[in-house]
């Protein structure tokens, strides 16, 4: 096929040929328990799992290995100890490039960690309890998740950047009692109050915790509660702290990500499942090889740093970057620079920050060596082929495999992407299925589609990696992901399959955004607006932007007698900042005298995406709506504003 792009033949070894992909895979969806137990031997069990998966998705009951024990913190880093303690297991690159780096082998990443442990146990956390996590992007935030699966507690990792009432919220819904921060964060040179975050958070009523560690991170002065709040520096100790014997179905961690209604859910992963298949993802996925430094810019606070900043690479004794900053400070250069520093061998970012790089110019990049590099990956939301050939071109010099990982919070880790050398790539096209992951497009009356078609994304089979249960509410996730189409896991991604089995995934087809690899609810953006005195309804839809993806599109109409300009606008935007978090900050507000609505009240959002998109040809029928004449004057406002 003439959209393929095919690397030149490479002299190096990888764990998978196309080949060898092709057997791999026919093995993994013929017999998936033998494939699984099989792959299961990557990691150390105390007790080896002889059940592979034991699953249905009507009821919904999803198990796998759960005759096993195991503990996914002895995995990363004690059974390291034999054979590589002196080999480099993290490497700390700080948000200001004169600081120094810190570097830790697993000897002393182990020491570390029981370290942490014995903090977190000095709180009061025991096996079962839920750790929220609220830490910038330091070593000490992938200890104190390490340190949480050692002693058998469920992390809770809340994203550094969410505001304190996001915090609150995410404290509250699973319970959690203890929280682990630091001072102030670091990012691009800006001070981040963490601290200070989580004091107004335990300030919402209903909020009660028992313990709050802090790390000394810049050294700021920052108030300390009595008997609540401790220096982690204060509470560590060398004291034996062996790995909790844990079953394979015990909780690991819970992660909020926003889905299409109501507040972000906490997805829930256990012990064994998330184990196998994060270890060997990376394994195949980023072919790592022994002494390969392998960076991941994701942050902690996302899926793709806790399985491929983490788990994925500590499991498979590889060398991990973690870098506190971000790709334009002190210029736009800082990656590169970062790569060359150590020699980095494998990139694995998102596509907004590869468009916010290539807007800069290719002299930031090829003032640069970047020879040590192997490998590409791009995970996160569509990447639009412009994009990638830049990646390919610039970046990689036409010499570097380029993967590009479709996966969700949900499915634990990578499901469809090429393999580096085995495949040949298209731009755009995330590629084929990973072993075991059985992809189904199905159309609107719930048809499977055969051959090259589009259609909603659902995977047929139960993998290893996926989420068990919306915590403390798993009528929630049967809702959400088994109830649409039957018998099927719904991803709530739109998707295209062509002639060579390649999948291109289109976007999502629910009410969830895409904003710099983010998912964000519009629904929350909608309640945090409406919470404004002056909001008397909001309704908010994704557009297209340059840079982000998608941007945030938000429809206001105001309380009767209220005027909207430019002011409110402002105030507006600052409102859903605190509220939830920069990340959410509306791109766009438009003020109108009402939304378009059907005679039923529904709001007909299909209208609204299309008039943020300035795409006023299709807006299809407007005759059943309640005013009609309402259209016009929405598009009069776009044009204006
Ligand atoms: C989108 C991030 C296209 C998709 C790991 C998915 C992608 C959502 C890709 C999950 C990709 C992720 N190509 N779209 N390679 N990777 N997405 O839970 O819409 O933060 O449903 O997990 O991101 O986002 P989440």
Not at 95 to 117: C, F, K, N, W
Not at 136 to 161: K, N, Q, T, W
Not at 366 to 380: A, F, M, P, Q
Not at 596 to 620: C, F, W
Request: charged share 20%; hydrophobic share 35%.
């Amino acid at each position: 096929m003439s959209d393929f792009v095919i690397l030149p033949e490479q002299d190096r070894s990888t764990y998978c040929t196309a080949k060898q992909y092709k057997d791999l895979y026919r093995q993994s969806v013929e017999d998936p328990d033998a494939f699984w137990l099989g792959q299961a031997n990557r990691l150390d069990w105390f007790k080896a799992p002889t059940r592979g998966g034991e699953w249905s998705y009507d009821p919904v009951e999803i198990a796998w290995f759960a005759d096993g024990t195991l503990n996914l913190c002895h995995n990363a880093v004690d059974r390291h100890l034999d054979q590589r303690a002196d080999t480099t297991a993290l490497i700390f690159e700080p948000d200001d490039p004169a600081s120094a780096a810190r570097i830790l082998t697993y000897r002393q990443l182990h020491g570390e960690v029981v370290g942490m442990a014995n903090a977190l146990k000095a709180l009061g956390v025991g096996k079962g309890d839920r750790v929220t996590i609220y830490m910038p992007m330091v070593i000490e935030g992938l200890l104190a998740m390490l340190a949480c699966a050692r002693i058998g507690a469920i992390h809770s990792v809340v994203f550094g950047g969410f505001s304190p009432e996001a915090l609150a919220g995410r404290i509250v819904n699973c319970g959690s009692r203890f929280v682990v921060t630091a001072d102030t964060g670091l990012r691009g040179g800006k001070v981040v109050p963490l601290k200070a975050n989580v004091d107004a958070a335990l300030d919402h009523d209903g909020v009660e915790v028992d313990g709050v560690l802090v790390v000394r991170h810049t050294g700021a002065d920052v108030a300390m509660a009595g008997g609540r709040d401790h220096w982690y520096h204060e509470l560590v100790s060398d004291a034996e702290c062996p790995c909790e014997p844990m079953n394979a179905e015990d909780p690991l961690f819970i992660l909020y990500t926003s889905g299409s209604t109501g507040k972000p859910k906490g997805v829930l992963h256990t012990t064994g499942g998330y184990g196998v298949w994060t270890a060997t993802t990376f394994h195949y996925v980023f072919d790592y090889q022994p002494g390969e430094i392998h960076w991941c810019t994701a942050d902690i606070g996302w899926v793709t740093g806790h399985s491929y900043i983490v788990y994925g690479p500590l499991m498979n004794g590889a060398t991990s970057l973690v870098f506190e900053g971000v790709p334009n400070y002190p210029d736009h250069g800082r990656f590169w620079d970062v790569i060359d520093k150590h020699q980095v061998n494998i990139l694995y970012t998102a596509p907004t920050a590869i468009r916010a790089l290539m807007r800069e110019g290719d002299h930031f990049v090829t003032s640069r060596s970047r020879k040590s590099l192997r490998l590409l990956g791009t995970v996160g939301e569509p990447i639009n082929p412009e994009a990638w050939r830049w990646y390919f071109d610039v970046v990689g010099e036409k010499r570097l495999p380029i993967i590009d990982t479709w996966w969700q919070t949900e499915t634990g880790g990578i499901m469809i992407t090429t393999l580096p050398a085995a495949h040949d790539m298209k731009p755009g096209s995330a590629g084929l299925p990973f072993f075991g992951v059985r992809p189904q497009l199905v159309g609107a009356e719930g048809e499977v589609l055969e051959g090259a078609t589009s259609g909603n994304l659902c995977i047929r089979h139960s993998w290893p990696g996926q989420s068990r249960t919306v915590y403390g509410d798993h009528e929630r996730f049967v809702q959400t992901y088994f109830s649409t189409y039957k018998g099927k896991y719904f991803t709530g991604d739109g998707c295209r399959r062509d002639e060579d089995g390649y999948y291109w995934i289109t976007g999502r087809v629910d009410d969830v955004i895409n904003v710099s690899g983010h998912r964000m609810g519009t629904a929350e953006v909608e309640s945090a607006l409406v919470l404004h005195p002056l909001v008397a309804e909001a309704a908010v839809v994704g557009y297209p932007h340059d840079i982000k993806g998608q941007g945030i599109y938000c429809y206001v109409t105001l309380n009767a007698g209220e005027a909207g300009g430019e002011e409110l606008a402002a105030e507006l935007r600052q409102y859903v900042r605190k509220e939830i978090g920069p990340i959410a900050t509306p791109d766009h507000i438009q003020f109108t005298d009402g939304l378009p609505k059907t005679r039923s009240g529904k709001i007909m959002r299909r209208i609204l995406r299309k008039i943020a998109e300035n795409d006023y040809g299709s807006l299809g029928d407007t005759s059943t709506l309640a005013d009609p004449t309402l259209v016009d004057r929405l598009i009069e406002g776009r044009q204006n504003s």
